[in-house]
């Protein structure tokens, strides 16, 4: 069984920082590319950044130089780490494999930036 859960997020003034966290069961963390994708309340789903097995990765043009795509390949986790956040970056993140059979998604994590 894949399972894929994201935590991390919560509240944030604007200029702060989170790191996201993606923690797989059931599959090797090494052995696919992973995605990041949000969704706004009203939008539709956008894909944030993305890291591929062999490391190279790829990023919204809007969000390159402020976000980070990242694993752990020891901790079987992938890392979405979120630096001078900005209102606009409020939505829900999700955690995204395509095994080569199979979607596999997260649940989310709010991420909420308010002062």
């Known amino acids: 069984q894949v399972q894929l859960v994201e935590s991390g997020g919560g509240l944030v003034q604007p200029g702060g920082s989170l790191r996201l966290a993606c923690a797989a069961s059931?599959?090797?963390?090494?052995?696919?590319?992973w995605n990041w994708y949000r969704q706004g309340s009203g939008k539709q789903r956008d894909r944030v950044a993305s890291?591929?097995?062999?490391?190279?990765?790829n990023y919204a043009e809007s969000l390159k130089g402020r976000f980070t795509i990242s694993r752990d390949n020891a901790k079987n986790t992938v890392y979405l780490q979120m630096n001078n956040l900005k209102p606009e970056d409020t939505a829900v993140y999700y955690c995204?494999?395509?095994?080569?059979?199979?979607?596999?998604w997260g649940q989310g994590t709010q991420v909420t930036v308010s002062s």
């Open positions: 059931g599959i090797i963390v090494d052995n696919y590319g």
């Open positions: 890291i591929t097995s062999h490391f190279s990765v």
């Open positions: 995204n494999v395509y095994t080569g059979t199979y979607n596999y």
